[in-house]
Every structure is written in structure tokens, then in C-alpha cells.
């Protein structure tokens, strides 16, 4: 019995027969040459059409997926056509290197590109190796990577997982994840999440586990035990046997009936209809990059409507809180954003594209009040990436101009949450994006497993700054009531932990939107606690002087959480 520790990113306990990734395409050799007779201008052709025929194939996954997976397969298309990199091979075709072999080196050169600018580009170079090694199998008619196939349900390891291969995998066999690499707000993480499989990053040596050994997962606690012994096959039987989660009936409460809205994340119609099925109280994060990304213009305001009135549709007469294009960092788009950038992740992303490109921000204000003209939806609008009052005000004049009626900010950056008071006597309501403002308060990549113990939204430092949100937002309701109350919501991944959601709860956050597959945790753990006591639970976690005291403080004055294996 071998026991491996890593970082717990998504619930449960399981065992299986571990199975490993399929060994990676191979690197061509480094001295082959053209083949005889081809010509410089056929090779790059052929680049060109196996690149195309990589990013088809990807774009065709993703019409198929929804949510996350379809924001990652669409991210990862547009890679495979990206000209920094097709460029970058060209010039070793030029200098006589064979095809395979100059994508290879390019596909190098950007990733060592990326690495070095850190922050959210640095996420990107996953997606780069990724889209090399399809490239490559193309060329050579190789199979492209892909999850290994079995007859049995197992769980698989692997140093880390292409973004493409997390997104469509089947979780009626794949019933657990383990990389040895990875954060808590990688690809896998935030995936398995979403598919609400047990899952464990960041555990050294977890890929070389052999195939077919016995592995007992504990996504909870972060470990990862070989060859188990009795005790974790009894854990894993009693989760297996644990009190089945309640239906989640439509209204988020605490026990003594105070109502906290329990909303859905979503990316697509097809998302908001399983949100609504799920039981989603309303939307709380409606991103809409799903209609910009993969693409090389701008789609039209008529395409634009289409898209959002579809997510509208799902539900009349309730909250749908849209946000802006969040352009930038980790997603590019080349007809608004600088990939030359030195630091994307604190660069021009989000709201501020619009002082670089002015006219889309305004044309995608004017699709959203057109679609939500022709709906029974309750249309919120906010901007991502504000950093002071008068960006706030500027996007409250853009939307009033569009006849947009609730406009909002997100509050990622920590000189937003300190300036809440200020901030939202310029807005009607604010929404806590919690991945990153967790990874810039403490500054660190969200990406990196060796800064997971910093990069956790249980932080004291970040809870203090959602506290300081609510309290700017009380203030700015005070000083003009006339005007209605602010309010202020979760949509980060926080509010789908249904411990914090208690203490998020506690602390005044009006609402909480979460991937609907949480939907019935929360709503579970929400319900048995009255407000009272999830008043009390946020003050002992803010009153912690650490993210492990203020989590395990919280869990054990929570035994449902055990009874329903949260």
C-alpha cells in the first residue's frame, strides 16, 4: 500500500483500476529531412490543410459539448490555427526542415513563450504541446491523443490532461481523475467539477502508477492510495452508500426560511436548459465568449441575439446577470486583443477592451437589450475586470444608453473590493468572480499545483475582501436608498463548495450561481443551518488566521457534510 498526496479539486471516494494516459505522439526526428521532391510552398500547405483539419475536428467536439468543455474545445480550435505558431514553422520549413519536425520546434518556441509571460498565458501552453502533437499525428497519420479505451470503468492518471481530451471524456468510465501535475484551477479541476467526478491534481509520481493497480481516490482529502487496504475500501463503500443527495426543490434557504437565491453558471442555451432542469433559482453568470471564441471577426449583433435569447428563453420572469465579453489573458481574440502583451493577466482584458477597440463593447450592449427586448427574461448586464468607480460609471452610461436598466460589475481585482462603497453608488449590484480574485490577492498562478495552499478562496485575505464587498455594498444602499439595494453575488468556484456557500451566506452575499451539478450540495447544506448560525460560521472563518483553520473549522460544525459525502 502506497498512499500519494495531491490536492483534492472535486468531491468523493472511489476505487478502480488505475489507467494510464496512452504514451504522448512521438517527437520527430530532429534530422529528417523534406521528403524528395516536395517542394517549400507544398510542405506549408500541408501544414497548413492538417492544421485545418485538427481545428475542424476540434470545432466539431465542441458543437457536441456545452459549459466548460465547449469553452475549452473552442479555445484550444482557435490554437490550432493560430499564426504565431503556423508562422513560426514556416521559417524552419524555409531553412529545409522537415514538416512534422518544424511544427514540433514551433510548437516549442510558443509554448516557451507563453511560459515565460506567465499568468494566464502561461495556461495556454497545455493548449499549444496539445494542438502540436494533433498536428504531428495528422501529418503522419497517427491516431490523435485521445483517453484510453477500456471495457471497464477505471480511473485515470496522467502528468496532466490536454484541455481537449478533459472536455469528452465519457464519466461512465472514467469514474475517477489523478495527475501528478496541475492546480486547483486547471482544465482538470475545473472539468471534473463540472462533471462531478472525484478528482486529485497536483500528486507526484500519480503517473506512474501501473496499469490495472488498485487505487482508492479521496478527492476531498487530496490522496491517493495504491494497492488499499481495508479502511479505504470501507471509505469507499460507505461514500458509495451514503445518504443520495436531495432534489434540489427550486428555492435556496436556510432552515429558518431566509432565502439566498441558489443560480446557475452557464455558456450556451443548450446550458440554460439543463440549468432550468437542474432547478436554477435564475442565471448568475452568463458568459458570453461562446459567441466570439474560434472565431477571426467579430459575430454580428443579429448572431449575437440569437445566442443570448436562447439562455433568455430558459427563463422567463427570472434573473439572467450576463457579463460582457471577457476578452484577454487566456482568451485571445485576434480582433481585439495584443498577444504581444508582457503580462496579459494584468493587461488589457475585459472592460478595457474597450479603450483599445472601441465599438464592440456598445454593438454587444445593443444585441443584449435587443434579446432581452424580446424576452420575459429579467436581464442583468455586467462588466468583468473594473477596477475603479469611474470605469463603473462609464459602463453604467454604455448600458443606460443600450435601455439596459441593471447594470453590474464584477469584482475579480482587490482594488474593487475595497472601493465597493464607491463602485456601487455608480451600479446597481456587484458579483464576486472569486477564481480570480482569489489568484490576485494572493498572488498566485491559479494554474500552478505548487501555490495551491495560496491560490484557495478560503483564504482569510480573500474572504476579508468579499466581507469589505457586502459592507461597500450596505454603505452605497444606505447613502441612497431611493435607488434600490445594492446586492452583491457569488459566481466564482467558491460558490459551488457547500461549506463556504454557508459561510458566503453568513457573511450577506445575496446570491450564489454555481455549475448546476452543485446546485443540490449547496442547496442541501444551506438547509440545514438557520442564519444565525451561518452568521456565526463566517465569523469564525474570518476571524482564522489561515485557509486550512477557517475550512476545518467551518466542516466540523457541519456533520451533514459527512452524511452526504461533501
Not at 68 to 85: G, I, N
Not at 101 to 106: D, G, K, L, P, T
Not at 302 to 327: H, M, N, S, W
Request: hydrophobic share 45%.
Amino acid at each position: 500500500m502506497r498512499t500519494i498526496q495531491g490536492i483534492g479539486v472535486s468531491t468523493g471516494r472511489v476505487l478502480g483500476p488505475s489507467l494510464r494516459m496512452p504514451p504522448p505522439v512521438p517527437e520527430p526526428d530532429a534530422d529528417a529531412k523534406p521528403a524528395p521532391g516536395s517542394t517549400v510552398d507544398g510542405e506549408k500547405t500541408r501544414l497548413k490543410d492538417a492544421a485545418e483539419a485538427v481545428r475542424e475536428d476540434l470545432k466539431r467536439r465542441a458543437e457536441t459539448a456545452s459549459g466548460d468543455a465547449k469553452a475549452v474545445l473552442d479555445a484550444t480550435a482557435m490554437m490550432a490555427s493560430d499564426p504565431m505558431l503556423l508562422k513560426a514553422a514556416g521559417k524552419h520549413i524555409n531553412a529545409g526542415m522537415a514538416t512534422d519536425r518544424a511544427i514540433w520546434e514551433a510548437g516549442m518556441e510558443v509554448a516557451a513563450m507563453l511560459q515565460s509571460l506567465g499568468g494566464y498565458m502561461a495556461e495556454r501552453t497545455q493548449d499549444v504541446l496539445d494542438v502540436r502533437a494533433r498536428i504531428v499525428a495528422e501529418l503522419n497519420g497517427l491516431p490523435a491523443p485521445g483517453i484510453p479505451a477500456s471495457d471497464v470503468p477505471f480511473i485515470l492518471t496522467a502528468v496532466e490532461l490536454a484541455p481537449a481530451d478533459t472536455a469528452t471524456l465519457d464519466p461512465a468510465m472514467v469514474i475517477g481523475l489523478v495527475t501528478s501535475e496541475g492546480g486547483p484551477q486547471s482544465h482538470t479541476a475545473i472539468l471534473a467539477r463540472s462533471l462531478g467526478l472525484p478528482a486529485v491534481v497536483g500528486a507526484p509520481g500519480a503517473d506512474e502508477v501501473p496499469d490495472g493497480a488498485e487505487i482508492y481516490l479521496d478527492g476531498t482529502a487530496g490522496t491517493v492510495v495504491v494497492e488499499p487496504g481495508n479502511e479505504e475500501r470501507e471509505a469507499a463503500h460507505k461514500y458509495a452508500s451514503r445518504s443520495s443527495l436531495p432534489v434540489f426543490n427550486g428555492t435556496g434557504s436556510t432552515s429558518d426560511g431566509f432565502l439566498v437565491p441558489l443560480l446557475a453558471n452557464v455558456g450556451s442555451g443548450k446550458d440554460a436548459r439543463a440549468a432550468a432542469e437542474a432547478g436554477a433559482e435564475g442565471i448568475g453568470l452568463l458568459r458570453t465568449e461562446f459567441c466570439f471564441l474560434g472565431r477571426d471577426a467579430e459575430p454580428t449583433i443579429e448572431e449575437q441575439v440569437a445566442a443570448y435569447g436562447a439562455v433568455f428563453e430558459a427563463f422567463p420572469g427570472r434573473k439572467v446577470v450576463i457579463r460582457t465579453l471577457d476578452a484577454g489573458a487566456d482568451k485571445p481574440l485576434p480582433f481585439l486583443t495584443d498577444a504581444s502583451e508582457p503580462n496579459p493577466a494584468l493587461g488589457v482584458r475585459g472592460f478595457r477592451t474597450d479603450r483599445t477597440t472601441p465599438g464592440v463593447l456598445a454593438r454587444q450592449l445593443e444585441a443584449i437589450a435587443a434579446a432581452a427586448g424580446a424576452s420575459a427574461a429579467d436581464v442583468w448586464v455586467m462588466a468583468p475586470m473594473i477596477s475603479t468607480a469611474e470605469e463603473a460609471a462609464d459602463f453604467a452610461v454604455m448600458c443606460a444608453g443600450a435601455g439596459l436598466g441593471m447594470p453590474g460589475v464584477m469584482v475579480e481585482v482587490p482594488a474593487a473590493a475595497i472601493m465597493s462603497e464607491a463602485i456601487l453608488s455608480r451600479v446597481r449590484f456587484a458579483s464576486l468572480g472569486t477564481n480570480d480574485l482569489t489568484q490576485y490577492t494572493m498572488a498566485s498562478d491559479r494554474q500552478l499545483g505548487s501555490l495551491a495552499s495560496l491560490n484557495d478562496p478560503w483564504q482569510p485575505a480573500v474572504l476579508q475582501l468579499i466581507s469589505a464587498t457586502v459592507a461597500g455594498a450596505a454603505r452605497a444602499t444606505a447613502l441612497e436608498p431611493a435607488a434600490g439595494a445594492r446586492t452583491v453575488g457569488v459566481c466564482g468556484e467558491a460558490a459551488a463548495d457547500p461549506a463556504l456557500a454557508v459561510v458566503l451566506a453568513g457573511m450577506g452575499v445575496n446570491t450564489l450561481s454555481m455549475t448546476p451539478r452543485a446546485l443540490a450540495g449547496v442547496g442541501a447544506v444551506l438547509g440545514s443551518v438557520t442564519l444565525e448560525q451561518a452568521k456565526e460560521l463566517a465569523a469564525r472563518a474570518l476571524a482564522a488566521h489561515s485557509a486550512a483553520d477557517a475550512q476545518t473549522i467551518v466542516h466540523s460544525r457541519l456533520p451533514i457534510l459527512e452524511q452526504l459525502g461533501l
